[in-house]
């Protein structure tokens, strides 16, 4: 659930801490938080920074690279990825009458290109792009209780997303009539969706205290100051902005 860059964020500072020597790091949560709450000074040890030496060498080159949905509806996600989400249509490769596999991906495999690719250059770079998207689709599945993260509580919890400017997105994303789980400035309380695709919904636990606690705890990390949207499907987008704001880790 924790913000990546925020991490790589906060990470940074706590490496340029250790080099000036300084013992721990205290981050102090966000006082005007909207949820009301995330008042309270997180203890100095919250966050446990990787120790890990190097990776093996046998693993140079390993990079994740895409990311693959089953869908049930492919025009909806081709239009909500391409058209909300500035994707831009791959392939689509019809393997049976039924069932058809597609790739989606932003230009200059989302290292900040501002250049248009066309769809035969995005699939030559494939292989070395980072942050594609696929769709499994069989048309007219007789599965239809495939429930969404946001619905029910499974293995995938979410999909994080880049903005140069949060607003700006906030705004596009209401332009288009996209659903909004998380408005930025509110903290997950209540949000049934939040709590779902984050593993800490009704289903997962009763006890009100933990949760209160942990929201209390996202907070820690700047958790009121992301979008949260959902895809055709349900499944839930962590909108976060490339500089975060004041006030996220
Ligand atoms: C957080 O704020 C809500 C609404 O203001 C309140 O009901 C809840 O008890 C608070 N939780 C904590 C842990 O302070
Ligand atoms: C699939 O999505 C498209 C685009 O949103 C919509 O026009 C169409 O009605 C949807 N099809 C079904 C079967 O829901
Ligand atoms: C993208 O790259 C250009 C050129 O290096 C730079 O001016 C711009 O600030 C970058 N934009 C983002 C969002 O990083
Ligand atoms: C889908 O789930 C609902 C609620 O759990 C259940 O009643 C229904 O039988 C399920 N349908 C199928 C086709 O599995
Ligand atoms: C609820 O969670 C809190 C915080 O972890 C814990 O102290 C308390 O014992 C839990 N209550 C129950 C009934 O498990």
Redesign the pocket.
């Known amino acids: 659930m924790v913000a990546i860059t925020s991490i790589a964020s906060y990470c940074s500072v706590v490496a340029l801490l250790i080099i000036q020597g300084t013992q721990g790091c205290i981050i102090h949560a966000r006082q005007d938080s909207s949820s009301g709450n995330g008042t309270a000074l997180p203890p100095a040890d919250f966050m446990t920074i990787g120790t890990d030496g190097l990776a093996p060498p046998e693993t140079l080159g390993y990079a994740i690279n895409h990311f693959s949905l089953i869908v049930s509806n492919l025009t909806a996600s081709k239009e909500f990825y391409g058209n909300v989400l500035g994707m831009r249509h791959m392939f689509t490769a019809q393997l049976s009458p039924h069932y058809s596999v597609t790739y989606m991906g932003h230009a200059h495999g989302g290292r900040n290109g501002t250049g248009y690719q066309t769809g035969a250059e995005l699939l030559r770079e494939k292989n070395n792009a980072n942050g594609m998207i696929e769709f499994q689709y069989f048309a007219g599945s007789a599965d239809v209780n495939i429930t969404a993260t946001t619905r029910r509580p499974n293995t995938f919890s979410h999909i994080g997303l880049i903005v140069p400017s949060l607003a700006d997105a906030e705004k596009r994303m209401l332009q288009y009539g996209v659903t909004i789980s998380k408005r930025i400035g509110l903290g997950a309380q209540g949000i049934e969706s939040v709590e779902n695709a984050f593993g800490f919904g009704p289903y997962v636990t009763t ?1 009100e ?2 949760r209160e ?1 942990l929201i209390q705890g996202q907070e820690w990390v700047g958790f009121s100051q992301l979008l949260g949207i959902e895809d055709p499907d349900g499944n839930f987008i962590e909108v976060q902005q490339l500089v975060p704001p004041p006030g996220v880790a």
């Open positions: 006890n205290t933990e606690l």
